[in-house]
């Protein structure tokens, strides 16, 4: 059985008086199990770094081959990792371990590091100092910096739900395949790298473990600015926190593959359109759920209020519908074509801002509907006057993203306004309009934080729904056409 490749990738800058100790530290032990090979990246050093490591491209005493490149422009410490990261795909390596070049690190630990990938559910091992107790202080960390980490992980390790002793170890080995998933290339250049590749990881499901290694601190020159280190970090986390809310879009955030549609989660919490909807629809009624998803809506339809449904999606989920009919349609061509329209409802949940032409699909799902039974029409959509959207947009920013009100997949956006104008306009009357505040436990756990924030978008409803509604939920029913109230007119005056 052949060995895996492992790439042992140094990172260097200004490491002359160190980078020989880090070389001559790396256990050769590790040609036992793996095929090893040794990238150093300089990126860019003022002193002789780049001339040191070439002396052991050749040398006798190391088991395994030394390649040598330097930067000829200054990468900075995320775009060096970079390169090394490509150099490990394009090579097709197993596993790429990062070890600094300013000896921080001890390369006698890598064999340990390596042992968690003999499950292959692992896929990045970071070796944490914080996880005995002082160990890091009595390594020699600055208390600054101790405080600092302690801090800056509690506040990431909140955010992001985990529970990880260290975010900022630059001690990490990685499976090269949860690389190639993720887009490491567009991280920042700079030392928050570190923590935008964490958090790629998490958003792509992929399985991180940490081992304790112990810590050494030299005369190395350190070249992070702590404070701004510490403000990209925390600027990092919230953007991806927000970008779960779609009131921001980070491309390198966006870890999902491309050409699978996606589906949207049932939302039945305190207050939603999906709630809305299944108290609104009488029991025993026949409902038609268009653009249903995976059918959860009309899954609890039939289960609680014995409806007969019948939903219609462009996907053909047939396992995830658990509706009466499912009818595979791609609403963008118009209604389905059904012998009848006998309904008592019509969902259009989350639906309308989808499709190309609404316009055009009203005027033919009302031209299908028989205004004497009376159906009704429940529509839901994002709010484009919320609140924050204003804000941003005063700023100067308008990013759609991968959920909310500014879905990359929206064609059309609407106010309360235009929503109503848009059914007006296509022969329906509004019965009811509500706002719908803000999916915040969605955004931010269940807990006193969601309570108050839900508590305060409500009081906020009240003062102006238009302006602080995350979404508009409206029952329409259809008027009698002009052909019917001629007819009428006709009837009602004995004329022929």
């Known amino acids: 059985?052949?060995?895996?490749?492992?790439?042992?990738?140094?990172?260097?800058?200004?490491?002359?008086?160190?980078?020989?100790?880090?070389?001559?530290?790396?256990?050769?032990?590790?040609?036992?199990?793996?095929?090893?090979?040794?990238?150093?990246?300089?990126?860019?050093?003022?002193?002789?770094?780049f001339d040191i490591g070439k002396q052991f491209s050749n040398a006798s005493f190391l088991p395994f081959p030394v390649k040598v490149l330097k930067n000829p422009i200054n990468q900075g410490y995320g775009g060096n990792q970079k390169l090394g990261y490509l150099y490990a795909l394009k090579n097709n390596f197993d596993f790429v371990a990062l070890v600094h070049g300013d000896g921080q690190y001890p390369p006698e630990y890598l064999p340990q590091l390596l042992l968690p990938f003999l499950d292959p559910e692992v896929d990045a091992v970071f070796g944490s100092r914080m996880m005995e107790r002082w160990g890091a202080l009595k390594g020699g960390m600055p208390l600054y910096k101790y405080i600092g980490n302690k801090i800056l992980t509690s506040i990431q390790n909140y955010i992001l739900k985990t529970q990880f002793s260290e975010f900022?170890?630059?001690?990490?080995?990685?499976?090269?395949?949860?690389?190639?998933?993720?887009?490491?290339?567009?991280?920042?250049?700079?030392?928050?790298?570190?923590?935008?590749?964490?958090?790629?990881?998490?958003?792509?499901?992929?399985?991180?473990?940490?081992?304790?290694?112990?810590?050494?601190?030299?005369?190395?020159?350190?070249?992070?600015?702590?404070?701004?280190?510490?403000?990209?970090?925390?600027?990092?986390?919230?953007?991806?926190?927000?970008?779960?809310?779609?009131?921001?879009?980070?491309?390198?955030?966006?870890?999902?593959?491309?050409?699978?549609?996606?589906?949207?989660?049932?939302?039945?919490?305190?207050?939603?359109?999906?709630?809305?909807?299944?108290?609104?629809?009488?029991?025993?009624?026949?409902?038609?759920?268009?653009?249903?998803?995976?059918?959860?809506?009309?899954?609890?339809?039939?289960?609680?209020?014995?409806?007969?449904v019948t939903s219609v999606d462009q996907y053909p989920d047939e396992a995830q519908v658990k509706s009466n009919t499912f009818i595979q349609h791609d609403l963008s061509m118009g209604p389905p074509h059904l012998e009848a329209y006998n309904f008592d409802y019509i969902l259009l949940l989350d639906v309308i801002e989808h499709l190309p032409n609404p316009e055009l699909f009203l005027e033919h799902l009302y031209a299908k509907l028989d205004y004497r039974t009376k159906p009704k029409i429940i529509v839901s959509t994002g709010n484009i006057g919320f609140i924050v959207v204003r804000l941003m947009l005063l700023m100067g920013l308008?990013?759609?993203?991968?959920?909310g009100i500014l879905d990359l997949t929206h064609t059309r956006l609407f106010t309360f306004s235009t929503l109503k104008k848009l059914?007006?306009?296509?022969?329906?009357?509004l019965l009811e309009e509500e706002g719908v505040p803000?999916?915040?436990?969605?955004?931010?756990?269940?807990?006193?934080?969601?309570?108050?924030?839900?508590?305060?978008?409500?009081?906020?409803?009240?003062?102006?729904?238009k302006m602080f509604s995350y979404q508009m939920y409206m029952i329409f029913e259809p008027r009698p056409s002009l052909d019917f109230l001629l007819n009428e007119a006709i009837d009602f005056s004995g004329n022929e």
Do not use: W
């Open 398 to 403: 308008f990013n759609y993203g991968k959920r």
């Open 438 to 465: 803000a999916p915040i436990a969605l955004a931010v756990g269940e807990g006193k934080v969601a309570s108050v924030l839900g508590m305060a978008n409500a009081t906020l409803m009240r003062i102006s729904k």
């Open 423 to 429: 059914f007006d306009q296509s022969g329906f009357d």
């Open 168 to 308: 900022h170890s630059g001690y990490r080995i990685y499976r090269v395949k949860a690389l190639e998933a993720i887009p490491f290339d567009l991280n920042s250049n700079q030392f928050h790298f570190d923590t935008e590749i964490i958090i790629q990881l998490l958003a792509s499901k992929r399985r991180i473990k940490e081992l304790p290694i112990p810590t050494y601190y030299g005369d190395e020159i350190c070249y992070v600015n702590g404070l701004r280190y510490a403000q990209d970090v925390f600027i990092s986390v919230l953007k991806y926190k927000i970008q779960g809310l779609g009131l921001l879009y980070q491309r390198n955030f966006d870890v999902s593959n491309a050409g699978n549609h996606h589906q949207y989660e049932l939302k039945i919490h305190d207050v939603s359109p999906h709630t809305k909807a299944l108290k609104d629809v009488a029991p025993n009624s026949r409902v038609l759920d268009l653009g249903c998803g995976p059918g959860y809506v009309g899954e609890l339809l039939v289960k609680e209020k014995s409806c007969h």
């Open 1 to 49: 059985m052949s060995k895996q490749k492992l790439l042992i990738f140094i990172v260097a800058y200004n490491a002359e008086t160190t980078i020989s100790q880090v070389l001559s530290r790396i256990p050769k032990s590790l040609a036992d199990n793996f095929e090893v090979d040794v990238l150093i990246i300089d990126d860019a050093s003022k002193d002789n770094t």
